[in-house]
């Protein structure tokens, strides 16, 4: 799906980085951080603090896909987010990794990516081991709900999709009324929740690039 937001976690390259961390820590899914058990939370921040400096690693070393800015941004933000108490040298490293961010290279810390890559960095230096998620990226949904065109965006995916998963019910198993009931059920749903959708992208009810193309045409709008 690319990337929808210029924030930390607005793109599936950085929320992939979380496996990394995950494969680290034991701990599956990491993502989102708010619905950790506390004992998850206290097994990750445990990890980080015993050797901070393998934990950048994780984000540094070479040949694991993805950039080594990005994977560290993740790191950090997972360590913010659990608490973990980060010494000088991690933090001095890691910002310095951090600053490389190829996207803010290109566009310049005045753009928006820049500003916001920028405004990261401050939280890391500033982290004291007080659990604090930095603020969070809109998901691509989200960010699709929250145009100005938002009623006409939804008009133009939750009713279709809603009646994609209608109609792949056989008609033996589903009579046209209940099917318009679960059309009406689902669409509802969808607009309450836009997320609820996310696990079926990319699947044989939602192709991979559906919501990319609407993005586009919004931008285009």
Do not use: N
């Not at 993805?66 to 950090?76: D, E, F, K, L, N």
């Not at 065109?149 to 009713?159: G, M, N």
């Not at 749903?189 to 919501?211: K, M, S």
Request: proline residues 7%; aromatic residues 8%.
């Amino acid at each position: 799906m690319g990337w929808w937001d210029d924030g930390i976690l607005g793109g599936d390259e950085p929320l992939d980085c979380f496996a990394y961390y995950e494969k680290a820590t034991g701990v599956k899914p990491m993502y989102p951080l708010e619905k950790l058990s506390a004992g998850d939370v206290q097994r990750i921040r445990v990890h980080i603090e015993a050797d901070p400096m393998a934990w950048l690693e994780i984000g540094r070393a070479p040949g694991k896909g993805w950039s080594a800015p990005v994977r560290t941004q993740i790191g950090a933000f997972i360590a913010m987010a659990v608490g973990a108490k980060l010494p000088e040298e991690y933090k001095k490293e890691a910002i310095e990794l951090i600053r490389q961010d190829e996207w803010m290279q290109e566009e310049g810390a005045d753009s928006s990516r820049g500003r916001k890559i920028l405004e990261f960095i401050q939280q890391l230096r500033d982290s004291d081991g007080t659990p604090k998620e930095p603020e969070p990226d809109p998901g691509l949904l989200e960010t699709l709900a929250a145009t100005p065109e938002a009623e006409h965006k939804f008009d133009d995916w939750v009713e279709p999709v809603a009646a994609r998963i209608a109609d792949m019910i056989p008609s033996d198993s589903l009579d046209e009324e209940d099917r318009k009931k679960l059309k009406s059920v689902l669409t509802r749903a969808f607009t309450l929740c836009p997320a609820a959708v996310e696990p079926l992208i990319g699947t044989g009810i939602i192709e991979e690039d559906y919501f990319k193309d609407l993005r586009k045409e919004e931008q285009e709008d």
